[in-house]
């Protein structure tokens, strides 16, 4: 049981490439979610997935696009990068968004745009 | 506009004695609450969560209290130890999916 792996974990872009993000969980959650974080900030919610084949915007989403094309599978895309995208991602996810509201988090992908 | 605060970017304590980690919360909405742990280079955890009917939640060395008049909630870790230390995030929700996090408080347990 491998919980939230994302891939890649480093990455280094130069501003205008594009790349995609890709968190997988093994453990049927419903629900899905990418974060930023960002020193001093926290972590900030980019979009979300409520189930397969539905995605919505959360605090941050401008420059990001999402697909949940598989329950088991969220992707976050960035189709121009900018350096304020430098940030570490996070995904995570839940069973449901109930009063038991755990998110797992996968280990992180840290993105540097130059 | 930042909706959970923590105040404190680190916090500093003996072996044994007690961590108090604190947060503010702006948005009287909020209805649950919950505290992450987190290491480096890892994700965050979850270790223990409060809903807004009750003032009190404690597991083990963890209790987490919640002052809805002040908007506050705090989290106790009694005694501490050295693997305590670790970046504490407090999180809040409104409605399902939109959780707020604070900017976290790093604790360092000195042995």
């Known amino acids: 049981n491998a919980g939230v792996t994302q891939t890649p974990k480093f990455r280094v872009l130069k501003t205008g490439q594009s790349m995609t993000l890709l968190c997988a969980q093994d453990?049927?959650?419903?629900?899905m979610y990418w974060y930023r974080q960002d020193p001093g900030m926290g972590l900030r919610l980019i979009h979300y997935?409520?189930?397969?084949?539905?995605?919505a915007k959360g605090e941050v989403p401008d420059g990001y696009n999402v697909s949940r094309l598989k329950k088991q599978n969220f992707l976050l895309g960035l189709e121009s990068a900018a350096p304020s995208q430098t940030s570490v991602y996070f995904c995570?996810?839940?069973?449901?968004?109930?009063?038991?509201?755990?998110?797992?988090f996968g280990p992180g992908t840290r993105l540097t745009v130059t | 506009d930042q909706q959970v605060k923590q105040n404190s970017p680190s916090l500093s304590v003996q072996e044994g004695r007690i961590s108090i980690l604190n947060c503010d919360y702006t948005?009287?909405?909020?209805?649950?609450f919950l505290w992450y742990k987190k290491y480096p280079a890892e994700g965050p955890t979850f270790l223990i969560s409060?809903?807004?009917?009750?003032d009190k939640n404690e597991d083990g060395r963890f209790t987490v209290f919640l002052n809805k008049s002040a908007k506050h909630l705090s989290l106790h870790i009694v005694p501490s130890q050295p693997g305590d230390s670790a970046v504490y995030f407090c999180?809040?929700?409104?409605?399902?999916?939109?959780?707020?996090f604070g900017a976290g408080t790093r604790l360092t347990v000195k042995p």
């Open positions: 997935s409520v189930g397969e084949g539905t995605t």
């Open positions: 409060i809903s807004s009917i009750k």
């Open positions: 453990m049927n959650h419903e629900y």
């Open positions: 948005n009287s909405m909020f209805d649950y």
């Open positions: 999180a809040a929700s409104a409605i399902s999916n939109d959780m707020r």
């Open positions: 995570a996810s839940s069973y449901t968004s109930g009063s038991s509201y755990e998110q797992y």
